[in-house]
Each structure stands twice: as structure tokens, then as C-alpha cells.
């Protein structure tokens, strides 16, 4: 049973970081591509970063810079370093993993297993 569990949100002040975790129970981790997403109550999922199994990276405009994703296919753990954070950053933050076969496509349709979510509030 493939289990991804998410961990490190919390609440910080603007201009903080967080770095969010993400330990996935999933066998072949380093074939899988890995991708945060975020959501606000009341809005669509957006998406936020992913790693390809290669190690290419992608990220959502909103967030270049200031965010940066890795992995560690040891550990079966993808991470999240957050920095500069902003309110408008204020979130619940999912972990997601699609099969290496599958192309990069930001809509999340890819993406075959999600975990339940860290909260990330920022203040301002």
C-alpha cells in the first residue's frame, strides 16, 4: 500500500522558511516523479514544484526562487525548502508522485498517488 506523508508545515512569520518533508511508503521510489502541491479553501489545487526521477526540476512562476525542491531516493523522501515565505503562500501543502513513464503536466492529472497534507500559514 503506497503511503506519502507529509510533515514540517506550521505557522511563520513573512520572510521565513519551513522546509517541508515527505516520506513516501512506495516501492521503486527513484522511478517515481515527485511534485508538491498547494491548495487554499475555496481554490483550485495549484501546483507547486516537481522533481522528475532524473532530477530535472520544475516550478510554478509564483514560486521560482524562493522554493526548491530535492529528493533523496535513500531516505524515499522528497522535500520542500521554502524560503521568503509570504501570506499569499498560506496553504495546505500535498505531496504527489506520478510514474516515471508519465510526462510533466501541472494540472496533477499525472499524478497517481497524494498524500493528506501539511498546513503552512504565513503571517504577515
Known amino acids: 500500500q503506497v503511503q506519502l506523508v507529509e510533515s514540517g508545515g506550521g505557522l511563520v512569520q513573512a520572510g521565513g522558511s519551513l522546509r517541508l518533508s515527505c516520506a513516501a511508503s512506495i516501492r521503486a521510489f527513484h522511478s517515481y516523479h515527485m511534485a508538491w502541491f498547494r491548495q487554499v479553501p475555496g481554490k483550485e489545487r495549484e501546483f507547486v514544484a516537481d522533481?522528475?526521477?532524473?532530477?530535472?526540476?520544475y516550478y510554478a512562476d509564483s514560486v521560482k526562487g524562493r522554493f526548491t525542491i530535492s529528493r533523496d531516493n535513500a531516505e524515499n523522501t522528497v522535500y520542500l525548502q521554502i524560503n521568503t515565505l509570504k501570506p499569499e503562500d498560506t496553504a495546505k501543502y500535498y505531496c504527489?508522485?506520478?510514474?516515471?513513464?508519465?510526462?510533466?503536466?501541472?494540472?496533477?492529472?499525472?499524478?497517481?498517488?497524494w498524500g493528506q497534507g501539511t498546513q503552512v500559514t504565513v503571517s504577515s
Open positions: 504527489a508522485a506520478a510514474p516515471h513513464q508519465t510526462r510533466f503536466n501541472a494540472d496533477g492529472r499525472s499524478y497517481e498517488y
Open positions: 522533481i522528475r526521477w532524473s532530477g530535472t526540476t
